[in-house]
């Protein structure tokens, strides 16, 4: 039977005069035309998570449709786009003044992989050092350039799963598969992050003496969009005061939990993303 971990104190604990900024402002910035909806499950996943302000950055052609499907409480900021409808260059600016009054970016859900779109993501993440969940295609954009990683001062958690992993860092997938816990420990200390190694019990590691297995989720989260929601919950907690590690670790903890709950009433078949944020709730109770 596995034993649940309780969430830091300061998670669980809210001042009575507190205040929405108290708990974290998160850009989202993701999302292009096929893929709107990987914006939003990041957004929602964070705000369940108890984040109190969550922007998505999308492209300005979708706005309409992701405020459509949106739950009332996330917000967008349409941003200028490309051709295809993937971010574009042009949107830099805009992106740096709004994270002037933002605390944590998540960077990556369902941006696609226009040119232009991977070289504004290693501008953003070379170039601005504020805290960062780095996932999906933005780890796609960063593989061979991996200069702007070097360059990011502030804490970072990256979210690959073992074929992002292998390509991010130029290693064999047959090695990251076989070494999971030696190349994810030691790429993390390279490049002074916190990396997620997704998959069966998800590998949390900040390259140094910090060290987590996860032993929640089932393999009914290997669907659409459960790694957009992965993101969110590390966004939120980082928002929210936890250390890169910390945040990593009880996301990695609380998501597989949240996956168990849902799987219980809708099977691991029938369990989609949406079921995995619906059940975040129940999760941070159990943990509480």
């Known amino acids: 039977m596995l034993k649940l971990m309780r969430l830091p104190a300061r998670l669980l604990r809210r001042k009575a005069d507190s205040h929405k900024a108290d708990y974290g402002r998160i850009l989202v910035l993701a999302g292009s035309p096929r893929f ?30 992701v405020i459509k499907n949106k739950t009332k409480e996330v917000m967008t900021l349409p ?4 051709k295809d409808g993937t971010l574009s260059m042009a949107a830099l600016s805009k992106i ?10 998540i960077i990556g859900p369902g941006l696609g992989r226009n040119k232009s779109t991977w070289a504004l993501v290693r501008k953003i993440v070379g170039g601005l050092n504020l805290p960062m969940v780095i996932d999906a295609d933005a780890l796609n954009a960063l593989s061979g350039n991996l200069k702007a990683l070097k360059r990011h001062k502030a804490q970072v958690i990256l979210t690959p799963h073992p074929k992002e ?20 420990k030691k790429c993390a200390k ?4 916190t990396i997620i190694l997704k998959g069966h019990q998800s590998i949390v590691t900040d390259g140094g003496s910090k060290f987590y297995i996860n032993k929640t989720g089932n393999s009914g989260m290997a669907t659409a ?6 993101s969110g919950i590390a966004g ?13 670790k009880f996301a990695a903890y609380i998501h597989g939990l949240a996956g168990d709950i849902a799987a219980e009433d809708k099977t691991q078949m029938g369990m989609i993303a949406s079921d995995i944020i619906e059940r975040i709730p129940d999760a941070l109770k159990k943990s509480s």
């Open 36 to 65: 709107s909806g990987a914006a939003l499950l990041s957004a929602e996943a964070a705000l369940r998570s108890g984040a109190g302000l969550v922007t998505v950055g999308i492209p300005a052609g979708i706005n309409a449709a």
């Open 79 to 82: 941003l200028p786009e490309n």
């Open 96 to 105: 740096k003044s709004f994270l002037e009054n933002a605390d944590i970016l």
């Open 165 to 184: 992993m292998a390509n991010l860092f130029g290693i064999d997938l047959e090695r990251v598969k076989k070494s999971r816990k030696l190349v994810a």
């Open 190 to 193: 390279d490049y002074n992050s």
């Open 225 to 230: 969009g459960s790694g957009d929601v992965l």
């Open 236 to 248: 939120a907690f980082l928002g929210q005061g936890l250390d890169a590690f910390n945040a990593a």
